[in-house]
């Protein structure tokens, strides 16, 4: 049996017997995989507490084709992100990412969505306390894209139409993106008021600058996300860390 050797996140721990792990790993090379790490419970563990979630390090697995739990041998420690730890924030918007990389990544080599949630962890972690919400939102919007979600914003999801850059955006979470006028009468759609659409079109431009948003901006954005990921990557399966950070309890403690 190959071994396999290659960079990886942690995107879930879970105790297996007395003295084992299963986890879930986002990897560059192989996409999302299963691994069990026998006896990483032990107090002298080679693997001591580099199995965290969110943790970055160096996999090394045996894996086998058709095999769908592989065997987890090493993981060098890379990244442990103790900054998202420390703040709820982070965390929550960290979580959700690992959630979004964890349920709709496959299994086959995905280089692109690996590096894209490798960058968002490390954003995260260093960005300004004040710019880590608008940033959450690019990160996320970002990983769906890269996962073959991106939403349409300059022409109609529907028939290609072009449209106007400027003015209220007819936004359909359903469809995928925006509709031109006779689209969005047949079928329906949000109305994006000029400055959400500039919010949007910003947050979905990694090289354009954090918009700022007020809390009413922040919350509809915020809905607007959750339900698209809930539509299009979810298809009715249960998401906790996104309904954490929707719920976003801390605010209320």
């Not at 396999?4 to 007395?18: C, D, F, N």
């Not at 090394?60 to 730890?85: C, I, P, S, W, Y």
């Not at 590096?115 to 300004?128: C, D, G, M, Y």
């Not at 710019?131 to 939403?151: I, K, Q």
Request: aromatic share 6%.
């Amino acid at each position: 049996m190959p071994l396999a050797s290659t960079p990886a996140i942690v995107l879930s721990a879970l105790r297996y017997s007395e003295t084992s792990k299963i986890v879930r790993l986002a990897t560059r090379e192989y996409g999302v995989q299963s691994a069990i790490a026998k006896g990483a419970l032990r107090p002298k563990s080679r693997f001591g507490g580099s199995l965290q979630v969110l943790s970055e390090g160096q996999a090394q697995m045996v894996m086998k084709e058709g095999r769908e739990l592989n065997l987890l041998t090493a993981f060098d420690l890379r990244r442990l992100h103790v900054g998202l730890a420390a703040n709820l924030e982070r965390y929550a918007i960290a979580c959700a990412l690992s959630e979004v990389m964890l349920r709709f990544a496959s299994p086959d080599p995905q280089p692109e969505s690996f590096e894209a949630l490798q960058r968002a962890l490390a954003e995260l972690e260093s960005s300004p306390a004040s710019s880590v919400e608008p940033l959450g939102f690019r990160l996320l919007w970002e990983l769906v894209s890269v996962l073959g979600f991106a939403p349409s914003v300059d022409a109609c999801v529907i028939d290609g139409a072009p449209l106007s850059p400027e003015g209220a955006l007819p936004f359909s979470t359903r469809d995928g993106g925006a509709l031109c006028t006779t689209c969005a009468v047949e079928r329906g759609a949000t109305q994006l008021p000029d400055q959400d659409r500039a919010d949007l079109v910003a947050l979905l431009d990694p090289t354009a600058s954090l918009p700022p948003l007020d809390p009413r901006h922040t919350a509809a954005h915020r809905r607007l996300l959750a339900r698209y990921i809930q539509y299009h990557l979810g298809e009715g399966a249960n998401l906790p860390a996104l309904e954490f950070w929707m719920d976003r309890p801390w605010e209320a403690a």
